[in-house]
Nanobody, 126 residues
């Protein structure tokens, strides 16, 4: 599946952004979908994911309670609502998908995801 992330930008600390990830070639209903991020000089890290069933979500400790992942199968789009943004959230955000994971399960390693979109840059100023 081809993925396209959008919605990044510059925001002040405490602000909000909503990222979108649209699938161009296949439905996302059969995919576990995730967001990862990579800050300059750091490794890519897990942010959030939603299971193929859509009933399970997982978040990293650093974003728990501030970010929300959701998906709209009819629009073939996954969203990441980011609230209370902090400068440490500054990174390139990537959406990823995989159809091999269990219906209710979620994997955290980027190696578990076979489809990736181009990143979108989120910059949070202090």
């Amino acid at each position: 599946v081809q993925l396209q992330a959008s919605g990044g930008g510059l925001v002040q600390a405490g602000g909000s952004l909503r990222l979108s990830c649209a699938a161009s070639s296949r439905t996302l209903s059969g995919y576990t979908m995730a967001w990862f991020r990579q800050a300059p000089g750091k490794e890519r890290e897990f942010v959030a994911a939603i299971s193929r069933s859509g009933t399970s979500t997982r978040y990293s400790d650093s974003v728990q309670g501030r970010f929300t992942i959701s998906k709209d199968d009819a629009k073939n789009t996954v969203y990441l609502q980011m609230n209370s943004l902090q400068p440490e959230d500054t990174a390139v955000y990537y959406c990823a998908g995989d159809r091999r994971q269990g219906y209710y399960s979620i994997r955290y390693s980027p190696n578990e995801y076979g489809s990736w979109g181009r990143g979108t840059l989120v910059t949070v100023s202090s």
